[in-house]
């Protein structure tokens, strides 16, 4: 069992940057894939980003290559979601998730873990 809280959403004027973290409990932590993904009301929850268990691969959504870094530490049992140069489009509920398998899942159904969600607001 792995319980994931989120946190470090907020308001920013577009091009300004947020670091998202996500916080894991449980031993086993450094065995899961992690991924974030991000939901506006009334649409499908989107990947934005994985990385591996070691944290040495990652993947990212075309929309966010070469803005956003995931990253993790496993010693602290957290994942990072580092956002810069962000536009309002960006704005959603972002959510970070574990799977139990590699290559990085691109869809949710691919996770076994969630967290609550938290929200980022990007203004123009």
């Known amino acids: 069992q792995v319980q994931l809280v989120e946190s470090g959403g907020g308001l920013v004027q577009a091009g300004g940057s947020l670091r998202l973290s996500c916080a894991a409990s449980g031993r086993t932590f450094d065995s899961y894939t992690m991924g974030w993904f991000r939901q506006v009301p009334g649409l499908e929850r989107d990947f934005v980003a994985g990385v591996s268990w070691s944290g040495g691969t990652a993947d990212y959504a075309d929309s966010v290559t070469g803005r956003f870094t995931v990253s993790r530490d496993n010693a602290e049992n957290t994942v990072y979601l580092q956002m810069n140069g962000l536009k309002p489009e960006d704005t959603a509920v972002y959510y970070c998730?574990?799977?139990?398998?590699?290559?990085?899942?691109?869809?949710?159904?691919?996770?076994?873990?969630w967290g609550q969600g938290t929200q980022v607001t990007v203004s123009s």
């Open positions: 998730a574990a799977a139990s398998q590699w290559p990085v899942p691109r869809k949710p159904y691919g996770y076994h873990y």
